[in-house]
């Protein structure tokens, strides 16, 4: 490696130069936008977790209350398995491609 003859305030500038480049690839984390109504949701659990993200669909509403009842479609390892499985669980239930995920069963209240 060559050596560089840089004064104080050259070497300064670009150890600053150097750090804002650094700071700037931590911050390109993806940003997740908002999911249009009625597709779902993918939600993070707490903890430390094999599986932390579930998704989850809603199916209809309480008479009562106008609630939501909601089902699990699963849990998954990462955020792109998540959106993959409720995305093909949109398409089937528009009918766009045949059934892919296996029939759950929802527990109602009692």
């Known amino acids: 490696m060559t050596e560089l003859n840089l004064t ?5 500038a670009l150890f600053e130069k ?3 480049m ?3 690839e931590e911050k390109k984390k993806h940003v997740y936008h908002r999911r249009s109504r009625g597709t779902g949701s993918i939600v993070k ?7 932390p993200f579930v998704v989850n669909v809603t199916i209809g ?5 106008g609630r939501q009842i909601k089902k699990c479609l699963g849990t998954f390892k990462s955020r792109e398995e998540a959106e993959t499985a409720l995305s093909a669980y949109n398409l089937q239930r528009k009918r766009l491609i045949p059934n ?7 527990e ?3």
């Open 22 to 24: 650094m700071l700037k």
């Open 18 to 20: 150097f750090k804002s």
């Open 8 to 12: 104080l305030e050259q070497e300064i």
């Open 100 to 106: 892919t995920l296996p029939e759950l069963k929802i």
């Open 108 to 110: 109602e209240k009692k």
């Open 61 to 65: 509403r309480e008479k009562d209350t």
């Open 45 to 51: 659990l707490s903890g430390n977790r094999k599986k």
